[in-house]
C-alpha cells in the first residue's frame, strides 16, 4: 500500500455527537490530522436498533464516506455500533479500522470493592462481546449492567447548549445502584461514548467515592500508534462533520462544533 497524503483524513464515525468525546484526545496528540467526523443523525439512537439493522446499516453507510472522503484511517467512535458492526465494517473496507469497547478491563483494576459498573446504551450492555471482556478481565469481579438511552437525548441536549432533565441522570444512577451489590460499586465504565459529555452531572449524582472512566485516552494512542511515521500537514485546517439527513434532527450549530476543530458541515 502506499503511504496516505498529508491531507487524507482521520474519519470519525458516531451515531450522533458522542464521538467527539474521542476526537478530543486524539486532536490532543494529532493537532494537524485532517478531520472528518461523520454523523448517523437519521438512524440515530443506534441503542435501540436491533443487531441485525446495525450490521447491515454501519458498514453500507461508512462504505459512502469512505468513497467520498478518502479516509487514512476510520474510527467507530460508538460502542454500540463497533461491539454489533466491527467485524462486518472491516470485512468490507480496505483500510484500518479502530473500533470502540468498553474500559472493563481497566475498571476490574481500579475497583476495591470488586463491584464494577457499565453504563451504555441497551445494545451494548446485552452484547456477548461484554460478556467475554467480563470473563477475560473481570473474573471474580461483580459487573452490573445498565442500558440507559435517556442519557444519549441529554448528552445531545447537553451540547446543543439546551437544558438536561435531571430525572435522566438519577434514573440512570438507580439503574445500577438499584440491582444487587449496588451499594458498592466503586467504579462505572461509561459505555457510549456520548456519556462522557454528561460526566460532570453523573459524577455529580453518584459521589466523589465512585470514579467514572471511559476509553477515549487509549483509542487515541491507538490512532497515533497506527498513523505513526504518516505524513501530516505543517499546520491544522478546520475539520469537516457530515450527518446524515434526518426529518426531525437538525445537524448542531456550528458553534457547538468549532471547539472540536470543527469548520464546515455538511449533510448527505
Aim: net charge neutral; hydrophobic share 45%; glycine share 10%.
Amino acid at each position: 500500500m502506499h503511504p496516505p497524503a498529508p491531507d487524507a483524513p482521520i474519519l470519525f464515525f458516531d451515531s450522533g455527537l458522542g464521538g467527539l468525546t474521542v476526537l478530543g484526545p486524539t486532536r490532543a496528540l494529532l493537532p494537524t490530522a485532517p478531520i472528518v467526523y461523520a454523523a448517523d443523525y437519521a438512524g440515530l439512537p443506534y441503542g435501540q436498533k436491533s443487531e441485525a439493522e446495525l450490521a447491515a446499516r454501519v458498514p453500507a453507510l461508512l462504505g459512502r464516506l469512505f468513497e467520498r472522503y478518502q479516509p487514512r484511517l476510520a474510527v467507530i467512535a460508538c460502542n454500540t455500533a463497533s461491539t454489533i458492526a466491527l467485524a462486518h465494517v472491516r470485512a468490507a473496507l480496505d483500510l484500518p479500522i479502530v473500533g470502540t469497547v468498553p474500559a472493563i478491563k481497566p475498571a476490574a483494576e481500579l475497583t476495591k470493592s470488586g463491584v464494577i459498573g457499565v453504563l451504555g446504551t441497551e445494545a451494548t450492555v446485552r452484547q456477548p462481546y461484554v460478556d467475554d471482556l467480563s470473563a477475560r478481565f473481570a473474573s471474580g469481579k461483580t459487573v452490573l449492567r445498565h442500558g440507559s438511552p435517556g442519557l444519549v437525548t441529554g448528552a445531545e441536549a447537553k451540547l446543543r447548549g439546551e437544558a438536561i432533565d435531571p430525572a435522566i441522570i438519577a434514573r440512570a444512577v438507580a439503574g445500577l445502584r438499584d440491582q444487587p451489590g449496588g451499594d458498592a460499586m466503586d467504579v462505572i465504565v461509561l459505555a457510549c461514548t456520548h456519556f462522557p459529555l454528561l460526566e460532570q452531572e453523573l459524577q455529580a449524582a453518584v459521589g466523589p467515592e465512585v470514579r467514572l472512566i471511559d476509553g477515549a485516552a487509549g483509542i487515541a494512542r491507538r490512532i497515533a500508534h497506527l498513523t505513526a511515521g504518516q505524513a501530516w500537514p505543517a499546520a491544522a485546517s478546520p475539520g469537516i462533520a457530515v450527518f446524515t439527513r434526518s426529518e426531525d434532527r437538525p445537524p448542531p450549530p456550528l458553534a457547538a462544533l468549532a471547539p472540536y476543530g470543527i469548520g464546515t458541515i455538511e449533510t448527505i
